[in-house]
């Protein structure tokens, strides 16, 4: 008999329509149930895709011709019996906002899970008992949803090489209660950091033929024993953690912008000619998300992404800029944020010719209204900078850092910052840092018809927020409230 084993989450959340996903522990088929009742009394069948061994026995249900900002209930089943009476409550969704409708929201963001190395999934819970008090509409997470390289809190006392090892590295990570419960009923956006596939990880071409890892993570696994295969990087291993990458995070996700080969039969290739990459856009109401791939391109000292997704960032930028008031440009790694001593260099100050443009692309094309959403530092902050534009009046970019969910925290940020000084900053002010576990919460609401960007951060179990910074997009004044 095949069971669900991960899952029911909800992905690709949208005005009309929704991804309902889940994974089994065999061959099958997944049927959507979606109603307006609790004990889903009026569910209606609306869709059913196949499990099959090619893509782990996950699957995703596209939920189409839903009504904008509405709240359904949803079930997830292996038979077309319908839902039996008198269960439930069902979880639920509330559908998006049409697009570039002003109206007031929240969504929470944080990366970084690896439940058991610290308060054992006290964040996520936290996380769910604030969802309805906040009235949050979703969640952005930025990575490192699994550990897939930490062999002592991965679930395998290994490094993961195969499939397979990837596929359990998620079913222990994410099978965490406190996992299932908080994104059962908080629909999710998810992109890659680097642990889906090893730590700080890099091709080492573009030709795209192999990765590779910081030169003391060889030396550490061999003193702890680790399999031959864990001690470089091959294609093979990356293949296999883009394909579960795919099985549980991409395969839900909007529809990306330029899908790698293999996409449309769940089988991503990595071919080293394709452009393809993992990158997305959704809107929520008033509201633009470009989420970055900043990762399946990345070529080691030369590339952090590659022209496709240039091209369709910059487009981006372009398109939303007059239509929406906040934008939300979202990076598994900072931009904006340095430390000393960061001698990896893993994040966007490696890449500096770069992060010039990506603030030049906006202070040249003055894209009012920019907001950095990031993670992976395992500590978090608020970031403040002016950029120059070409006729002298500043622009206002911000950014928001919210990591770990759980992790070992990183008290060296507290510190250890140092001033980004690169073209075209102008002005820099860290607002605050903090180094527990947490998660972000952004709300936004219009004030007098303009909008108010609010980010506060939440620890595991105050019910008030530790930090929170107002920003004004549009008015470059800004205001500073500490919780
Ligand atoms: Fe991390």
Redesign the pocket.
């Known amino acids: 008999m095949t069971r669900i084993i991960l899952g029911p989450l909800i992905g690709g959340l949208r005005h009309n329509g929704v991804n309902l996903w889940a994974r089994a522990d065999g061959d099958g088929m997944l049927y959507a149930w979606v109603g307006r009742k609790a004990d889903l009394s009026d569910a209606k069948l609306v869709g059913a895709s196949l499990l099959v061994a090619a893509a782990g026995y996950a699957a995703r249900v596209p939920v189409h011709g839903l009504e904008p900002a509405t709240t359904y209930h949803y079930t997830l089943t292996l038979t077309d019996r319908p839902p039996a009476a008198g269960q439930g409550p069902y979880p639920s969704f509330t559908t998006a906002p049409l697009p570039g409708e002003r109206t007031d929201f929240a969504f929470a963001f944080g ?2 899970f690896m439940p058991g190395i610290s308060n054992n999934g006290k964040t996520l819970w936290h996380l769910e008992d604030l969802r309805k008090p906040l009235d949050l509409r979703f969640l952005l997470m930025l ?2 949803q699994i550990y897939a390289d930490a062999w002592w809190g991965n679930g395998l006392n290994r490094v993961a090489l195969t499939e397979d090892d990837y596929r359990a590295v998620y079913l222990h990570t994410w099978g965490h209660p406190a996992w299932q419960t908080a994104t059962r009923s908080l629909p999710v956006f998810m992109i890659l ?1 680097d ?1 889906e596939v090893d730590d700080d990880w890099a091709w080492t071409s573009s030709e795209r033929y192999e990765g590779r890892i910081p030169w003391w993570h060889p030396i550490l696994r061999r003193l702890k024993k680790q399999p031959p295969e864990a001690l470089h990087l091959s294609h093979r291993r990356i293949q296999a953690a883009i394909q579960t990458y795919w099985e549980h995070q991409a395969m839900h996700a909007p529809p990306l912008i330029h899908p790698p080969e293999g996409v449309k039969h769940d089988r991503p290739l990595l071919l080293t000619t394709d452009d393809g990459h993992f990158a997305y856009t959704f809107t929520y109401g008033p509201a633009a998300f470009f989420v970055m791939d900043t990762r399946t391109q990345r070529v080691y000292k030369q590339r952090m992404l590659n022209r496709a997704q240039w091209e369709a960032l910059e487009t981006w930028l372009l398109e939303v800029k007059d239509q929406f008031p906040v934008k939300f440009i979202v990076s598994s790694v900072s931009v904006l944020f340095e430390m000393w001593g960061d001698f990896t260099r893993d994040r966007w100050n490696g890449y500096p010719d770069e992060r010039r443009r990506l603030l030049h692309l906006i202070a040249a094309n003055r894209v009012q209204g920019v907001h950095i959403l990031t ?2 530092l ?1 500590s978090s902050h608020a970031v403040e900078a002016t950029l120059q534009t070409p006729e002298g009046k500043p622009i206002t970019v911000w950014e928001f850092c919210a ?2 969910f759980e ?1 070992a925290t990183n008290k060296l940020a507290l510190f250890d910052a140092r001033k980004v000084r690169t073209y075209p900053i102008r002005s820099y002010r860290i607002h605050f840092r903090f180094a527990q576990p947490n998660f972000g919460v952004v709300q936004i609401q219009f004030k007098q018809g303009k909008p108010q960007v609010r980010f506060s951060i939440y620890d595991d179990h105050h019910p008030e927020p530790r930090y929170s910074v107002l920003t004004t997009p549009g008015e470059g004044q800004n205001n500073l409230n500490r919780g």
Request: hydrophobic letters at 0%.
């Open positions: 990366s970084c990575g490192d950091d642990h993670g992976d395992h990591s770990p992790q």
